[in-house]
Every structure is written in structure tokens, then in C-alpha cells.
């Protein structure tokens, strides 16, 4: 296993976590953030919650964005399929917030468990904030139901994620928050009292995250590491804190928590990631494609982790059609040449107000344009 998982608190999309993102995407050798909108999916704003969390990965850290969308547990077969497939070919995958029961009820019997891992397995990073974070453990806080609906405090089924990977938890973000001022929301919002005595009855032990500061759980280097503003908490038989900067091995913290027993020790299949089809969609060319499609039918045979990548392939190949293999600057070359050549006349004559206007046009149209000592030169930006 040579990947990460970062488990973050709180402040997923603050400057003090821009540097936790920036290593995992280093680690992960990416610069291709794949967003899952799960979480928050049920939200009238989600789509403004989308945009935000997008500009933040494309300013912040200059990362292309992808947004794998599955907002409802009754979405259609094709939708589930887009989804699966963008996961599937991820190296680096960020959820954050929401409500971590709705996230649960639309991934359950889906196979994201199993997609998350293999990314992690094939050395990419699986980041999860906040109500996300609380899905990827043994079990998971309802939180919205106890703290917002006031039902009694209780455990659901976590996607269990943690222990597929060799280390037993539950996962608890928020764990020192105090938004409640009079009385106690630490242990995300359920309070200390009623969460101690709802930690009686884990067979694993609770890593609690502070808000503003993320976990990075390293597997390639069996490292543990705390970044931000706070602290986390390993809760097993006692407590182990860690403070910013510091870090400790995962066998030691596996210790900690108190190892924990394996649920659930099915292997997760390790990333099949699909070069031969990909170089030949990049190539643009028709035969490579479909014989790279014709051997992945071919395996599909063979086992499930080759019929999801099959299945990868068709959402693949219905995208390309959709787009065509052409290089799309072969179909606007001759009228984007001729407009540079209008600007370059105008700008001659001293007509700048028209050579910005064709400027700006084409820059609405997605097609950039840059003066050079060689003369103008354009681009098509990815719309």
C-alpha cells in the first residue's frame, strides 16, 4: 500500500490547510482533484457548495477539478455509473461537508469502499473533512439527527474504510468545537458526557480531530502525521494527544487506539489504472481506442475489478463520442486565424477598442489569446 488518507476537522477550504492539500496532491504525483457532492447533496445550495469547493482547488492550489456527482441514493444506473468510473480513475479525492448518514444511505451497497481503498492502494490520497471524515471509520455519528433533530445519541455503520486498510477506528471531527458557548458541543457536537457513554460500545478506538487541522494517515511510510491549528486525539483505553507538527508511526497508534478488531477483511482491490485506452483517447486514435476497448472486454471476464474497468471504459468511450477524437483547434483554426489577422490589422492602425473587443470575444468563446515577439498565439481553455 503506498498511498494517503488526510482526515480533516474543520476548515477543509482555509489558508491553514492549503499546504495538507498541496502534500497529498505531491504524494499522489496529481494536479487533478476528483470532488464527490454526496455529503451535501440533499442541500438547495449544493450547487453554490460545489462552486466553492472547486474555486478553492483551482485558485488555491492550481488543481484541475473533476466533480463526481451522486446526490440521491434512488440516482439512475448511468449517473452511478459516471460516478464510479471519475472515482475509479482519481488519485486524488476530496469530500467534506454535509450530513455523513445521507453520504452513507447513497454510497451504501455501491462499492465506494472498495473504489477509495484502490485508490489508496495504487498510491493516491483520499482526503475526507468533516461530516465526510465521519463515513470512513468503523462506525459513524448521525449527527445531524442527534444534535439538530434531537434523536438519542447512537452508532450507524461507517463504510469502515479505515480498518480495510489496517487500522481499526472510528473517526470524530469537530472534537473540540464550542459553538454551543454555555454548553458542550466538543465530540462534534454530541458533548463529552453523552459521548462517553456512547463510546462504551466500540470494539475500536476513536480518532478525534480538531477543527482546523487534518491527520494525514501516510501507508507508504507507516507515518502519522497532525497539520493545522489543533490537536488529535487518539482515544483507546486513555487518551493520546498529538499536537501540530508532530507524528508518530501507525503501528504506534494502532497501539494507541487499542489495534481493534477486523470487521471486515475482504482485500480491496488494488487500482487498475486504464493507460493503453487513455493514451489512445489523448492520441486521438479511433483504432488504438477500440482496441483497448475490445481487450478490456475481453478481461471483464476474469474477475469484478476487471468488469468495473470495463464498465470505466464505456462511460469513457460515450465521452469521447460525445466530444469526437478531433482536435477541436483543427475545426476553428481557419476562423480564429482569420480573426487574429483583423486584430493584428486594427492594432496596426491604432485601433486598439477593436483588438481588445476580438481579444475579450474569443476569451468568452474559451480560446486565449497571447501576444508574443512572434505575434499572437492561442490556446482553447478547458470549458
Known sequence: MSGRVILMGSGELAPGLVATHRAGLEAAETDRVVILDTPYGFQENADQLTERIATFFETSLRAEVEVATLRHEKGDAVTKERFLAALRSARYVFSGPGSPSYALRVWSDIG???????VVNGGGTVTFASAASLTLGRTTLPVYEIYKVGEAPRWLPGLD???????????VPHWNNAEGGNHDTSRCYVGERRFGELVRGLDVGVLGVDEHTAVTLDFANSRLAVTGVGTVTLRGAEETVLRSGETTTLTSARTALGEGDVADDSPIPQQRPQVDLDAAIRGRDGDAVLAALLEAEEASQGSPEARDEFRTSLVKIVDVAGAGLTDPRQNLAGFVGLLLRIRADARSNGDYATADMIRDNLADLGVEVRDTTAGAEWELRNR
Not at 161 to 171: E, K, Q, R, S
Open 161 to 171: 474504510l479505515t480498518t480495510a486498510l489496517g487500522f481499526p477506528c472510528t473517526v
Open 112 to 118: 465506494v469502499r472498495d473504489v477509495l481503498g484502490s
